[in-house]
């Protein structure tokens, strides 16, 4: 019934940004978000340490860590590439854009790379309907997305 | 008979006392202020369609099925978080709303299995039912695409589906029949407090999550079923339920194991226990229950129970299985005989407080009418009897002040060495509900305690005070409401003495009373013992809830009386939300110290020299009673070891590992004639017995049981006694067999008794209790309900009276050899001496005691955790495993007491409480050092163990 945090580096390097951020109005946000920039990911190890640092359970910490889909719990490729997949650029023949982007990578949503180069995820909109379909390269917005966009995207992401 | 079906209004009850009248499909309600319509509809007889929505939770307000239309407001708001208002007029039963709900209930059962007729909940889920209340017929939807229902779609694995898991004991999650309706995660969070379980991702992804994403066993759970009751479906099921099938009637009965006393339905099949249900309408728990009472019960069917009398005549002899008749007539003689030879006064008899008080009555009748001693005692003895007189002393009755409803308007808790939340688990989660609604925490104890600091709880002021030192920190918090000025001058003047007031003040204010200077000799921060007091003076209403951390000392006594002065200073008494409240430990403690278990007391504490009770008692028994004390059992047992004490009855108690210096009680026994076990089990105890009489449990018994605030609660018979007896009858043949005339039909020819001898139970009887459900004494012509909250108007005893509190240290310390502090106490999945729980499942949480050490001590003497220790005392030595912890401070070492193999009484002293005898289990002087197993003690004593306890196999007679 009791589990020991883990003392590892994870928990140390954890326990430094909880102690920055602990002050905050409603800080397991915010210390997620910068455990995530930390690591690249928020480790499974840091959740008992923030459950035990914020007086809450660890079953509260996992319940708002894997609500967010933006919580990863592994690292990602050097670089992320979402491709919207809601309404208008469905309509604009995203599910092609798609299909493309994951025969170039080589791998499906939710996967990276072999090389570790990309990470490629879908997105439920990026507020960038008139200029559909769309997608987002390391948090830059890309429009009207042709092949030849696409090719240019990929050549970028791989280098 | 039948099943008990409590009403489920969908949201909890509103305490508003404006009312509010509307009107629900053509019915006018009327209803407290802030009532949901849901509720306000259920009041009026109409049941709205719901999933989501239970009344032991607040609302939520997702399963989208109890939507109803209002006149004169826009679209169909959930009727679960929608309040009453005056002259509403709602409708319930719409074509709008009837599509409404067919169509998500479509999507509900779209993902859901359709193996109703093999299904563990079939007949009892609420989505099966309210499918056919919504009129569902088909699902336009399919079973096909998208699910977690099945293993593999076309064959390919489906990643949604996941295995059941049926990691707890008691019951399975079965991920597969959920429909993610919360309830589970609220009733975690809001009932119990413990805050375990989660939904996990979003969308169709959610998922009911115990911890992180870990099976049930390895999450934050502790297994209490408030989920499994909440759960509409099959998908938190208990595993005895999946076994033998829904029960078909229910009995209410009373949980036999903490002294929370919780009322529980018996759900039965037949003569078979399927379960058992904490009951809404009990007063102690609220519909709450824990891992013990809501599935420990196995027990009473386990194998090592003993269903024949057996006697022997030496106890190095094997038992013999004999006839009830001649196990009663060989007691009767033996007891006769030892009388004639060694004096009336040379036997006894030690009353349960597992059993009921009709029971525990008889057994000190038996002892004064029959043995025409005083010779009787109980385990209260080594537990709460310095509440007793502390109490006793200070307020005029042997009990707490207040109901459990009361922490419900408490401002400031103060807890005094005790663990609620592994002891009265129960309370714990009552208590827990009302810090997290804002209400302050003081605990005082010498571990880090679960209620000190866990998930949305935390204490603002811990007093990790050193095993031994109670009186002198509690005596400095008052010393620092005193000479700050925060005690309630216009309460003491009206309500207690204030000349002895100022005596005792001028005694507080010493300075050795200082928090300075007691802080140094208890290791307390002096800042802390302050803040502390201020705010227990000036936070409101201030309740102060103590356990045996504050009684097994050899100032018990003193402690208590100690907190009793705090309560009066500051005027916490009589009054809800306030008070001074011992946690009792055992399911009737309370009950067998009411019911005259003590030497020196007939029943409602009456001291024996009373001429005028004791005239009661002769002339309804027809004999003249003893005027003096009786022994209690340490001087029972000295009494014995000297030869001059032979016999003794020993009903449900397990002594000789219960009682301290178990070596001592061991001699004790080995020196008499005649011990005679009642027990449901070759206890410990029959190790040494002559006579064993097998007992029944209180599942097959009728009789009553007085929680810790003072409830007497019916326990009812729900199966016959596998032993052929119930304890009551067991002691009436016993006492017809030494020629006494008695002739109870019923336990409630015993009450009826005890109310007519009973001045404080004068109203109480199985007819009234049956009518009011439960009533708490004093139950007379005065209190004819009974009384949730005592000393109301004035104390009983006249004025409060304020005693000094001198710190005395205990005679057990430290030094070189002893440089450690051992303190003992329980763990929530153990029960006491474990006789019970240790034949349940439970064992999966508790399977041995170990011996908790601060990671500083446990480096000094190279121990790692896991380790085999040897645990060395001036009494004794043991071994068991250690766990490095800092929950125990440094110098501070802590176990439990739940296994005999561990033996913790071979190391406590025989130093005790020095008005009551209550021994000082919590503070021994001991050692630690690394071990390689069992010491020579615990071997011989295995072995003698195992010697005593076999039973000669009959010659076979064909």
Known sequence: ?159 | MGLIQEIDFGTPASTSEKQVTLTVDGFTVTVPEGTSIMRASMEAGIAIPKLCATDMVDAFGSCRLCLVEIDGRNGTPSSCTTPVAPGMVVHTQTGRLKDIRRGVMELYISDHPLDCLTCAANGDCELQTQAGVVGLRDVRYGYEGDNHVFKKNDGVENFKWMAKDESNPYFTYDPSKCIVCSRCVRACEEVQGTFALTIEGRGFGSRVSPGMHQLFIDSECVSCGACVQACPTATLSEKSVIQIGQPEHSVVTTCAYCGVGCSFKAEMRGDELVRMVPYKDGKANRGHSCVKGRFAYGYSTHKDRILNPMIREKITDPWREVSWEEALTHTANEFRRIQYQYGRTSIGGITSSRCTNEETYLVQKLIRQGFRNNNVDTCARVCHSPTGYGLGQTFGTSAGTQDFDSVEQTDVVMIIGANPTDGHPVFASRLKKRLRKGAKLIVLDPRRTDIVRSAHIEAQHHLPLKPGTNVAVVTSLAHVIVTEGLFDEAFIRERCDWDEFQDWASFVALPENSPEVVGQLANVDPEEIRGAARLFARGGNGAIYYGLGVTEHSQGSTTVIAIANLAMATGNVGRPGVGVNPLRGQNNVQGSCDMGSFPHELPGYRHVSGDAVRDIYETLWGVKLDDEPGLRIPNMLDAAVDGSFKGLYVQGEDILQSDPDTKHVAAGLAAMECVVVHDLFLNETANYAHVFLPGSTFLEKDGTFTNAERRINRVRKVMAPKNGLADWEVTQNLAKAMGLNWNYQHPSEIMDEIAQTTPSFAKVSYDYLEKMGSVQWPCNDKAPEGTPIMHIDGFVRGKGKFIRTEYVATDERTGPRFPLLLTTGRILSQYNVGAQTRRTDNVIWHPEDRLEIHPHDAENRGLRDGDWVRLTSRSGETTLRALITDKVSPGVVYTTFHHPDTQANVITTDFSDWATNCPEYKVTAVQVGASNGPTEWQRDYNEQAEQSRRIATLQAAE
């Open chain 1, 1 to 159: 019934m009791t589990m020991q945090p883990a003392s590892t580096e994870i928990a140390s390097r954890t326990a430094a940004i909880i102690q920055e951020l602990k002050g905050l109005e409603g800080p397991l946000l915010p210390i997620l978000h910068e455990i995530q920039e930390e690591f690249g990911h928020v480790p499974q190890d840091s959740l008992p340490v923030i459950a035990e640092a914020l007086n809450i359970s660890r079953a509260e910490v996992h319940g708002v860590v894997t609500f967010y889909h933006d919580y990863r719990s592994h690292p990602a490729g050097r670089h992320v590439l979402k491709v919207c997949q809601a309404e208008a650029c469905q309509s604009m023949g995203s599910d092609a854009v798609a299909a493309k982007f994951k025969q170039l990578l080589g791998i499906g949503f939710h996967e990276t790379t072999r090389d570790g180069s990309v990470t490629l995820e879908p997105v439920y909109c990026l507020g960038l309907c008139a200029c559909a379909p769309s997608a987002m390269l390391d948090g830059e917005v890309i429009g009207r997305l042709d092949d030849e966009k696409i090719e240019e995207i990929v050549a970028e992401a791989r280098s």
